[in-house]
């Protein structure tokens, strides 16, 4: 039951956490390092960018041939960090690391009904964002829309079961990879807003059948170093 309400604190939490964190790095933007016109091209030919970002992951899919993903859990919760470089004019080489909640429904299973423990998910990965519009002419506009593709791993928490540990589903890491794109709202010259989405599998939890899958959709702050 304990660790019901603190699951349950923790989801309600995250969100204020997030944007909390957020409104801090927008608050930098009146700072004299960060307060300046507009940019017109990308300020630095070849930036180092750190980022933060909050996300909501929409259920896909089914866990097996009886229950989808969205009848176990509900949508789930979560942020990460990013460290990216511009490798050549348009595109960028970035590492992630993403931490999600999922919280666990009410669902009757062999032994009867019950509640599952929340699912969390910590998920590591590496790979390019492209800027189509870079490769063709300078780019004079605040909107820079991206396409995205990574590869990477995914560390699942233990499935629980009315508070109880269920042996056939323990912790579990597997392949990951997903497919998406975003834009960069240049609207200072080292701070960027950014939005950005994806189609992610995160692989196959030990003991289901099927991967997760998931659309996360995620608001964040790029910083250029």
């Known amino acids: 039951m304990r660790n019901r309400i603190a699951g349950q ?3 309600r939490s995250l969100p204020s956490v997030g944007f909390f964190f957020l409104l801090v790095l927008l608050l930098l933007a009146s700072s004299p390092l960060f307060a300046q016109s507009p940019p017109q091209i990308r ?24 229950y989808t993903w969205s009848r176990l859990y509900r949508d789930g919760l979560g942020g990460g960090l990013s460290i ?22 009410e669902v009757v299973s062999s032994i009867g009904p019950g509640t599952l423990g929340s699912l969390s998910l910590l998920s590591f990965s ?13 780019v004079s506009t605040f909107f820079h829309p991206y396409l995205l593709v990574d590869l990477g791993g995914s560390y699942f928490s233990g499935i ?23 834009f960069d709202l240049f609207l200072w010259d080292r701070l960027i807003p950014f939005v950005e989405a994806k189609f992610q599998n995160s692989g196959r939890p030990e003991g289901v059948m099927d991967s997760l899958t998931t659309i996360p959709l995620a608001i964040g702050l790029r910083v250029l170093l």
């Open 9 to 11: 604190l923790f989801s």
């Open 43 to 66: 300020p630095k030919p070849n930036p180092w960018e750190v980022s933060a970002a909050f996300r909501a992951s929409f259920l896909l899919g089914s866990a097996d041939p009886f």
């Open 84 to 105: 990216s470089r511009s490798v050549f004019r348009g595109v960028s080489l970035e590492g992630s690391m993403f931490y999600d909640y999922f919280e666990g429904k």
């Open 126 to 138: 590496a790979g390019f964002r492209v800027y189509p519009i870079e490769f063709f002419r300078p």
């Open 160 to 182: 629980r079961f009315n508070g109880e540990n269920d042996r056939s589903y323990p912790n579990t890491v597997d392949f990951a990879y997903g497919v998406g794109g975003g």
